[in-house]
């Protein structure tokens, strides 16, 4: 019985040896790993951003094992890309890589040292260029004042505060907001009560008497002074 076997195994070993080609098997291995490597970045979503920015900072994934690939190694590079909020990341096998983007919106353009910037909703500032363009954006000035306006901008629209018709926005380092409206009629709020006088504006503002007044002044706490 022993020879039996041995004589099958002969026979399977030569005809294995006889079949297999080396550089066959090398090239079958390669296809099986070049499978799964990435060769494809869908993005969606996005509308300020260029796709072409994304693919320049994600191009050292391609090629890359699709299963090896973390998500920080696809979010780090683009964390410095104005107007990126987050992203949401799928793999779609073998090779490609889906990339859905979150933006940031812009909300105003403000000016620091002269110098003109966007700010977005995030309260990030974006140096303006000439192809960033955004109709109906107010101005907003005054020192610090990107450290403060979302959540003063936020109150305003909490309160019902007619906010689109702002042209500008004035910071004052202490803590306080002037604006002025598309009629060029000018608001002064205090540094305190800041919700309270949001609303004694919005009420004012809807009287017919107020109308032919260019300066409602609200800095001093129970008065009202027009001008």
Request: net charge positive.
């Amino acid at each position: 019985m022993k020879k039996i076997y041995i004589i099958i195994l002969l026979l399977i070993s030569f005809i294995f040896l006889s079949t297999f080609n080396p550089s066959k098997f090398s090239t079958n291995l390669k296809e099986k790993n070049d499978f799964f490597k990435i060769k494809n970045i869908k993005i969606s979503n996005n509308f300020l951003i260029e796709k072409k920015e994304i693919y320049e900072k994600l191009n050292q994934i391609y090629n890359k094992n699709i299963f090896l690939i973390k998500r920080s190694d696809i979010e780090n590079p683009l964390k410095k890309i104005n107007f990126l909020k987050k992203i949401e990341v799928k793999k779609k096998y073998p090779d490609t890589i889906v990339i859905k983007i979150f933006e940031t919106k812009p909300i105003a353009y403000l000016f620091k040292n002269k110098i003109k910037y966007l700010l977005d909703s995030s309260s990030n500032l974006v140096l303006f260029e000439k192809d960033l363009h955004f109709n109906q954006l107010p101005n907003v000035f005054g020192k610090g004042a990107e450290n403060d306006f979302i959540n003063f901008l936020k109150l305003l629209n909490n309160n019902n505060f007619p906010s689109k018709k702002i042209l500008n926005y004035y910071y004052f380092q202490i803590g306080r907001w002037d604006i002025q409206l598309e009629n060029n009629k000018i608001i002064k709020f205090p540094y305190n009560n800041i919700e309270e006088s949001i609303r004694k504006s919005v009420e004012l503002l809807k009287r017919k008497d107020f109308r032919n007044y260019n300066i409602i002044d609200l800095r001093i706490d129970g008065k009202i002074i027009v001008e």
